[in-house]
T-cell receptor, first 114, second 116 residues
Framework: NAGVTQTPKFRVLKTGQSMTLLCAQD?????MYWYRQDPGMGLRLIHY???????AKGEVPDGYNVSRLKKQNFLLGLESAAPSQTSVYFC?????????????FGPGTRLTVT | AQSVTQLDSHVSVSEGTPVLLRCNYS??????LFWYVQHPNKGLQLLLK??????LVKGINGFEAEFKKSETSFHLTKPSAHMSDAAEYFC??????????????FGTGTRLTVIP
């Protein structure tokens, strides 16, 4: 059981380039999330999805787009990368949302934008 | 409004001594609280969670936390630190009664160093 996987693990982009981060989960979870982690700031929610075909904005959505065409996959896109998007990106999933449901995290993608 | 304050950004202990990582929360609703651990270059792993049952919660690897409503605290403790406990720890709060997916609030993390 792989849980939550993320591709790629590392990436270096130049300003203005685009890329897509892939998250996959094999737990049949309804909810999926994308976070970014910056030093001293904890995790901040970028976008999330409550089911296949649905997405919603989180706390810091600007500069990112997402898609959830299949239940098991959640893609995060950067259309025109900026140095401010240098961060570690985590994907997570949960069966439902709410207090008693923990989120399961992937190993992260370290992105550097030069 | 919901928020979490982790009172120490860095805690250093000697191997075999007790660990205390402090977390205070603010919540307009009855909260659920979590502690996650993040080892270097790894994702976050759930240590334990409180969801309005017993106030003393036991987690994995010998960690436990006590929910104290009067002090709005949820401190993480372990009687004896092990080298493998060196990691970043995050306290997380969410209102139990709300089901929205955007209602998790993360603390800024506490880095635990264990000295041999």
């Amino acid at each position: 059981n792989a849980g939550v996987t993320q591709t790629p693990k590392f990436r270096v982009l130049k300003t203005g380039q685009s890329m897509t981060l892939l998250c996959a989960q094999d737990m049949n979870h309804e909810y999926m999330y994308w976070y970014r982690q910056d030093p001293g700031m904890g995790l901040r929610l970028i976008h999330y999805s409550v089911g296949e075909g649905t997405t919603a904005k989180g706390e810091v959505p600007d500069g990112y787009n997402v898609s959830r065409l299949k239940k098991q996959n959640f893609l995060l896109g950067l259309e025109s990368a900026a140095p401010s998007q240098t961060s570690v990106y985590f994907c997570a999933s949960s069966p439902l949302a709410g207090g008693s449901y923990e989120q399961y995290f992937g190993p992260g993608t370290r992105l550097t934008v030069t | 409004a919901q928020s979490v304050t982790q009172l120490d950004s860095h805690v250093s202990v000697s191997e075999g001594t007790p660990v205390l990582l402090r977390c205070n929360y603010s919540s307009s609703y009855s909260p659920s609280l979590f502690w996650y651990v993040q080892h270097p270059n790894k994702g976050l792993q759930l240590l334990l969670k409180y969801t309005s049952a017993a106030t003393l919660v036991k987690g994995i690897n010998g960690f436990e936390a006590e929910f104290k409503k009067s002090e709005t605290s949820f401190h993480l403790t372990k009687p004896s630190a092990h080298m493998s406990d060196a990691a970043e720890y995050f306290c997380v709060v969410t209102p139990t009664v709300l089901s929205g997916a955007n209602n998790l609030f993360f603390g800024t993390g506490t880095r635990l160093t264990v000295i041999p």
